[in-house]
C-alpha cells in the first residue's frame, strides 16, 4: 500500500486563512500513521488566484484531492476514510 500523502498549504493565503494551525499536523501525523502518512507543507497550491476560491482556504491536499476550509479535524476525518476504504 502506498502513503497518503499529505500537503499543507503554507502559501500566504492559506497561511492568514488557518493553515497556522494545520501545522500540528506535521506532529500528529507521522504520531498516529507513521508508516502510511507523509506529510509536508508546501508553497502555494494555486488554488487562491480565482477570486471565488480564496475565501475556502485554507487548502490542503490529500493525495489527489482538494480539502477546502481545511481543519485538522477533517484532514484527521479524510485520512480516516481513505484508510477504511483500502486508499480508493
Ligand atoms: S496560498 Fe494556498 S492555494 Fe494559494
Known amino acids: 500500500m502506498s502513503k497518503i500523502e499529505v500537503k499543507i498549504c503554507m502559501g500566504t493565503t492559506c497561511f492568514v486563512m488557518g493553515a497556522s494551525h494545520l501545522q500540528e499536523l506535521v506532529e500528529i501525523l507521522p504520531a498516529k500513521y507513521p508508516d502510511t502518512v507523509d506529510v509536508m507543507g508546501v508553497p502555494c ?5 480565482n477570486e471565488s476560491k480564496y475565501t475556502n482556504a485554507p487548502y490542503v491536499k490529500i493525495n489527489d484531492e482538494i480539502i477546502s476550509d481545511a481543519t485538522t479535524e477533517k484532514v484527521l476525518k479524510h485520512i480516516e476514510r481513505l484508510l477504511e476504504d483500502g486508499q480508493e
Open 45 to 49: 497550491l494555486d488554488l487562491c488566484s
